[in-house]
């Protein structure tokens, strides 16, 4: 079985401010991970995967995310938050022997204030 | 960009009528899926369909739940007497890696339809 936990329902930044959204995984094979971003009205949009490549993985809108094998984690982090960021992300994780199935978490909604 | 879209955006029924929910995937993708969000909840997975057949299903998938590729370019999924705990956001997705290659598929994901049941 795998799962995604999100830590926080709800994060606030100030514009131009770090932004760190919290993932952890829990897989039993290694995972496939994935970062989804849903704007308002809109589906879900691909931000950025990890396929077991490099483990820093670089995706659209200047956002990245870093696998951590030790830690479990695959926390999403933008240096400058914009007010264009303001939407729900979703962490997921897919198992590499049945690559279709994504397992996601319960979502981040990300507040950008100015 | 090829996109997936779904119609309708938003479908009100009542309790117990049939309901179809209709998505056009990306032309060239194998592979088809439909998750659903109930209010507040995770994105679940439901099912999953390749080859004009059913390759895994959830829990949720029950009896009450079809799927179909009618035409060659629409999918659909029928549920057959709804329920009010059926109301949520549904989505469709598509993904076009074969899956004999090594490597994650990619979901690209329609904007959802949101069904209530009263």
């Known amino acids: 079985a795998q799962s995604v936990t999100q830590l926080g329902s709800h994060v606030s930044v100030s514009e131009g401010a770090l932004v760190l959204l919290r993932c952890n995984y829990s897989?039993?094979?290694?995972?496939?991970l994935f970062w989804y971003v849903q704007y308002p009205n809109q589906g879900l949009q691909l931000l950025l995967k990890?396929?077991?490549?490099?483990?820093l993985v670089k995706g659209i809108n200047g956002f990245e995310a870093e696998f951590k094998k030790s830690e479990t984690s695959f926390h999403l982090t933008k240096p400058s938050a914009h007010m264009s960021d303001a939407a729900e992300y979703f962490c997921?994780?897919?198992?590499?022997?049945?690559?279709?199935?994504?397992?996601f978490g319960t979502g981040t909604r990300l507040q950008v204030t100015l | 960009e090829p996109e997936v879209t779904q119609t309708p955006s938003h479908q009100v029924t009542q309790m117990g009528q049939e309901v179809i929910l209709r998505c056009v995937p990306i032309?060239?993708?194998?592979?088809f899926y439909w998750y659903r969000q109930i209010l507040g909840q995770k994105v679940e997975f439901l099912v999953s369909?390749?080859?004009?057949?059913?390759?895994?299903k959830s829990e949720i998938f029950d009896d009450q739940f079809s799927v179909e590729r009618p035409d060659g370019s629409n999918f659909t999924l029928k549920i057959r007497s709804t329920k009010l705990e059926d109301s949520a956001m549904y989505f469709c997705?598509?993904?076009?890696?074969?899956?004999?290659?090594?490597?994650?598929?990619?979901?690209?994901f329609g904007a959802g339809s949101r069904l209530t049941v009263l």
């Open positions: 997705a598509s993904s076009g890696r074969d899956r004999r290659l090594s490597g994650a598929n990619v979901l690209t």
């Open positions: 897989s039993s094979v290694p995972p496939y």
């Open positions: 990890y396929t077991s490549a490099a483990t």
């Open positions: 997921a994780v897919s198992n590499t022997g049945t690559a279709s199935k994504l397992t």
């Open positions: 032309s060239n993708h194998l592979y």
């Open positions: 369909f390749y080859n004009n057949e059913i390759s895994e």
